[in-house]
Structures are given as C-alpha cells and as structure tokens.
C-alpha cells in the first residue's frame, strides 16, 4: 500500500469531509524552506473546449500514453504550443482571452530520486480546478482557484525522465466559489509556482508558533510530523535565547508552551526572528514575528494599544498591464505604492494572494486582511459550496498562520442579508476560530440601513454579532448621489468599524469639473467627501478604500471609459497616479 493512501486512511476520521481518495494530501507548510526542484517555464499546451481528452475515462486519453500504432489520432502535446508557469493563460495568447474551459498543461523533467527521501508535488495555486497526472498515472484534483495543493510522489516518481499533465478548467458554475458572477478577471491556468519538494523520510508537516494570548511573554504553538510516529524534536530561537526540547506523541504531534519576551512586530518595527525546529531528520527553518491583536470596545488594539488601519484595497493583478500577478517583483511593487500612500495596512481582496505577498508585506511593516472568495451571492444551502469555502478556508489559514502581519481572516464579501447566508457564514466563522482564535475575524458588509430622514447609515446586519470588526463597503457619492461629508453613521454593536470599501472610478487623464463623473477631479471630490465624513465617525478604526490600481473586469464596459477595466483605482494599469491618490495620502499623512 502507498504511503500517501497508508496516512489518509489513518486519518479518516479527522480529516475534513472534502478530503476523499481523490483528493491532495494534507498541506505542506513554508514550502520555501524546503530543498526543491522547480518547475516553473515553459509548458506544452491543448486547448480542450469540448473535453476530448477524457474521453470515456477519468484518465487522460492522449497520444503520449496509448499506442498510437495504426490509431487515428488528433491530439498531441508536442506541437509547439506553449505557456510560461506561473501565468494566467488569458493574457498570454491572443486568442485566450477569454477562454473559459478546459486547458492541458503538460511538461517534462529529471528526477534524481534518493535513498531514504520522499517527494511532494506542490501546487501554488490553479484556476479554478485541477486534475493532476504524473506517468500517467492520476493522483488526484483540486477545487479552489487561489490556494496551494500537494500530493506525495514518492511512488509514482521515477528516476530519470518524468512526465506531468495537468488540466485545468476554469469554467465558472453556480455551486463553485465564487459563483457565476464576479467583478475580475477570471484568470485561468497555473497562476502560482509548481515544485517537487525533497522531503526525509519522517518530516515536518506542519506547525504554530506565536505569542499566548493575554501576555506578551509567553509564546505557544506545536508541531506536527509527516507519520504517526514518536520523535524528539529541538526548537531553537537564538536571538532570544531560547532553546527547547520537545517530543511527538503516537500521532506525531507536540503542544508547547515556553518563557520569552520577544520584541513585538508592528508596522514601524516588522521584527522577524529566525526560528528553527529539528527532528532526527528534518530541519525547518522560518522566519516569525510576534505581536498580539485584539478589540476593546470600538478599538482595535495592535500589542496592546488602539491603532488606526489605514489602507488599500489590492487585487493580485500585474502592476502593468492586466493579468495575475506571476513574480515577487510584480507583488512588491503593489506593496510599494501602498506604503507610498502611507498605509500600515492591506486589504488583500477578494481572495488569497501569493505567499511571497504576504511574506514580503511582513517584512515591509503592512498589516493584512485576508479572506476567502465567498462573494456576492454564493448557494447558501448547496453542501458543495460550503464544503468548497471551508477547505479554502483551511488552506488559507494552515499556509499564513505564522504570519505576524496577517492580522484579520474575513470569510465574505458583500453577501445578501438573509438567514441561510447567515448560518452559513457562522459556521464559517466557528472553523476560524476553532483554527486561529488568536486573530480578528470580519466579512465586508454591503446591505446597510439608511434612514433619509437623519442622513444616517445604520449598521444591524445579523453577522454583525459575530464578526469582531464591523467592515462596510460604501459607495456613497458613486452609486449613490448624495451628500457624503454629513453622512451619518451608527450601530447598536459596541464594536470598532473598518470602512473596508470605498470610492469612485476615474479614467486616467480625463479631466473636468469635480462634478463630471469618469473625470479625476470627480473621483477625487469623492475622497476628499469621504475623509470630512471619517471624522464624524467616533467607532471608525479604519479604512481600505476600493482600489489601489485599475484591474481588469468583464463587468465593465462602458467604450472609450471603461474598455473592460473597472476604474476605481488611485493609480491607473499604466502606473500613473490619479488626483484620488494625493487626496488619500494626505489623509493617512495627517492620521500620523
């Protein structure tokens, strides 16, 4: 029996239920400390809109593995059709812009298999879904468009030429998540890298460590190993002096709690430690910051004073031009243009971004909100749909726990007020807690009272009970004409608000009165209405307005304006700062 089938079947009990037969193996942590070989470049390519090469079979059905010896056939891989990895495939070719189906990747590479190791096949990210293929042989699919998935190898790996298909489909279908309807560009392909990581035969899985909540001078966390196995294990911080001997149980998990007084990581002073845990036969290094989180009344406390988030809205979309966001440069450079406007905070919307984004945000002083694509109108009593927002959920929370900078998990965006959508995002927010009880838990609230006769928006959404913050998208002055500066705001909920949205679109360089809309003096009126109404706000925290850059939408196409680019962004798909922008940046300057 395999070793990945041996441990899934001593786990089926444990596992969440989307886990089958068919379905990745648990996730790897910090995978960019592990010995790998990477196969990110150029792949083959089949465009596959009528799902030809499945045939009759749920294996793939190409030339590569059937004799083709007197056969008729139409399909091959080697023909010379190619796409870079990691990369949507929308803005590589021409004529894929706006496909949405089914597309082959295939490539080969070496493998020098050793003695005593065991290899795990690691996938960044695919849209949206992913079956996976290596020497023919199936190992299995994955749901979910923006977080990792692995499978064990070791079997199936051979030494010396290898041979990896994957195919990925993209097609948007009412059960998924998101649903049909999305305001961005649905990217298809192998978005994020792909590795084949070199593992000891006993490793280190996965692990936690962080400050105990209610002091800042006791740090917690565990460990969990590869198998169910008994081993000794040593974590060592050396710059506080710290180190400690531990021991797996049966299953191959510790808990520990030990004595230190690190620095806190904050925005002014992001400090990292270099943390190393080892085994018998493994070593993982990472590097992790500590600092605690939390609300008292309608504050929000970072290591145990109020601070004020100010922030950006961001989607994993290219600087320049459209398309996914494919390289670390690419990611910092978002980053960048957020701290040139003065933020201590992102917004990472509406879905999990790259790690290096959220590594590299950790070292730049940015605190993040991170969430999961359950958005606008997702099928609240479909069991496959919260099955699908559950592992996501998971994948995002197992791959950034050790963030110090991700500060806020938000399970929903701008979802419709009823009592299905409410159970459903409550047991969303139970399995957050039960993963992470350490970090603030929200969803971006859309459907707002407003009461004409005191010009006064009233917050009383049923999932404002069980959120810590109340975050609100607000488009006042945009979808609504009215009077933004004397907006009122209020709530029965003695809990800190976050304006999680706001703003207006402008073309880049069209210019007018502050009264012509699609003009930067209107989008920056807007903004300016906005920062005279934050101050009538006593339970305001903070604000990440809507969006630092245009982006890419089939939503959007008003000719000549819009052109497919939704264009609320502060800096325009060229790089070009609006007017919108230098209003914000004074505001945070002015918060300082």
Not at 94 to 118: C, I, T, V
Request: charged residues 25%.
């Amino acid at each position: 029996m395999k070793r990945r089938t041996r441990y899934l079947l001593t786990l089926a009990f444990t596992l969440p239920l989307y886990l089958t037969a068919q379905s990745p193996d648990p996730l790897l942590a910090n995978v960019a400390d592990k010995e790998a070989l990477v196969l990110d470049g150029t792949w083959n390519y089949i465009v596959d809109p009528y799902h030809t090469g499945y045939r009759d079979s749920p294996r793939y059905d190409f030339p590569e593995y059937i004799d083709a010896k007197g056969n008729f056939v139409e399909y091959g891989f080697q023909a010379g059709n190619t796409l870079k990895v990691p990369g949507d495939w929308n803005t590589q070719r021409d004529e894929l812009l706006y496909y949405e189906n089914l597309l082959w990747y295939q490539r080969s590479f070496m493998a020098k298999k050793r003695d005593g190791k065991r290899y795990v096949l690691y996938f960044g990210a695919a849209n949206y879904r992913a079956d996976v293929y290596m020497n023919g042989e199936k190992l299995g699919s994955h749901e979910g468009g923006f977080t990792p998935f692995n499978f064990e190898v070791t079997d199936e790996l051979k030494n010396g030429d290898n041979y990896l298909v994957v195919a990925v489909n993209n097609q948007r279908k009412e059960e998924y998540v998101p649903t049909l309807k999305t305001d961005w560009w649905n990217y298809g392909g192998l978005t994020r890298s792909v590795k084949l990581i070199e593992l000891p035969d006993a490793y280190i899985r996965d692990y936690k460590l962080q400050l105990k909540k209610g002091g800042t001078d006791r740090l917690y966390g565990w460990v969990q190993l590869s198998d169910s196995i008994e081993q000794n294990i040593t974590l060592e911080i050396p710059e506080l002096k710290v180190k400690k001997q531990l021991s797996t149980d049966a299953k191959g998990h510790v808990d520990f709690e030990l004595r230190a007084k690190p620095i806190l990581w904050s925005p002014e002073n992001p400090k990292l430690y270099d943390v190393l845990f080892q085994t018998e036969t493994d070593t993982v290094t990472d590097r992790i910051g500590f600092r605690t989180i939390g609300v008292k009344g309608q504050k929000i406390l970072l290591n145990g004073r109020p601070i004020f988030l100010k922030g950006i809205s961001i989607h994993e979309e290219a600087p320049y031009g459209g398309g996914r966001v494919s390289t670390a440069d690419q990611s910092r450079q978002l980053l960048e243009w957020a701290k040139e406007l003065g933020c201590n905070y992102v917004r990472l919307a509406h879905y999990p971004h790259n790690e290096a984004m959220v590594r590299q945000a950790e070292e730049m002083g940015l605190m993040v909100w991170s969430e999961i694509p359950v958005y606008w109108n997702i099928l609240w009593e479909n069991g496959h749909s919260y099955r699908i927002a559950e592992q996501m959920l998971d994948e995002m929370i197992t791959r950034d726990r050790n963030r110090a900078n991700i500060i806020i998990w938000s399970v929903a965006n701008e979802t419709p007020k009823k009592e299905a959508r409410t159970v459903f995002l409550k047991k969303l927010i139970d399995k957050t807690r039960e993963m992470d009880p350490e970090r603030l838990v929200s969803a971006a609230l859309h459907e707002v009272r407003y009461d004409k006769t005191t010009h006064t928006k009233v917050i009383e959404d049923d999932l404002a009970e069980y959120v810590d913050i109340l975050s609100v998208n607000n488009y006042c002055g945009w979808y609504q004409n009215s009077d933004c500066a004397s907006l009122k705001w209020a709530t029965a909920f003695k809990k800190p608000m976050i304006m999680s949205e706001f703003g207006g679109g402008a073309l880049q360089g069209l210019y007018g009165k502050k009264d012509e809309r699609w003009t930067e003096k209107f989008q920056a009126e807007i903004y300016r209405q906005h920062v005279q109404m934050f101050d009538g706000i006593g339970f305001l925290a903070g604000t990440s307005p809507w969006i630092l850059k245009d982006f890419k939408s089939p939503l959007r196409m008003l000719p000549g304006i819009q052109d497919q680019w939704n264009r609320k962004g502060l800096i325009s798909e060229e790089g070009i700062r609006k007017q919108a922008f230098f209003v914000l940046q004074g505001y945070y300057q002015s918060k300082e």
